[in-house]
């Protein structure tokens, strides 16, 4: 059974930083790119970056490209979002995403194939 699991949401102060992680248990034989997306409720889902299983390559939506870098570390089946000079439109659930496909993360498809729960961010002004 495939698990994604995000932590490292919190709140704080714009202009500061946070990480989050997501481990992931269950992902065998295939090579998986991922991603984070984020939510506010009652807006759509939007993408923040993705990133292909050789670490190569990412890519983040225009809002938070230069803020926020993404990376993963397969040995660990991890991957992590660092996040700087945050705003408090950065403030959303933020979730986790795996898929044999990355065009499917870069498309934001729900038909992804594996989604965690989502961690809380919260920026203050």
């Known amino acids: 059974q495939v698990q994604l699991g995000e932590s490292g949401g919190g709140l704080v102060q714009a202009g500061g930083s946070l990480r989050l992680s997501c481990a992931a248990s269950?992902?065998?034989?295939?090579?998986?790119?991922m991603g984070w997306f984020r939510q506010v409720p009652g807006e759509e889902r939007e993408f923040v970056a993705a990133i292909n299983w050789s670490g190569e390559s990412p890519y983040y939506a225009d809002s938070v490209k230069g803020r926020f870098t993404i990376s993963r570390d397969n040995a660990k089946n991890t991957v992590y979002l660092q996040m700087s000079s945050l705003k408090p439109e950065d403030t959303a659930v933020y979730y986790c995403?795996?898929?044999?496909?990355?065009?499917?993360?870069?498309?934001?498809?729900?038909?992804?194939?594996?989604w965690g729960q989502g961690t809380q961010v919260t920026v203050s002004s």
């Open positions: 269950g992902l065998t034989g295939s090579s998986y790119a």
């Open positions: 995403a795996a898929d044999r496909l990355m065009s499917m993360l870069l498309l934001g498809d729900d038909t992804i194939e594996y």
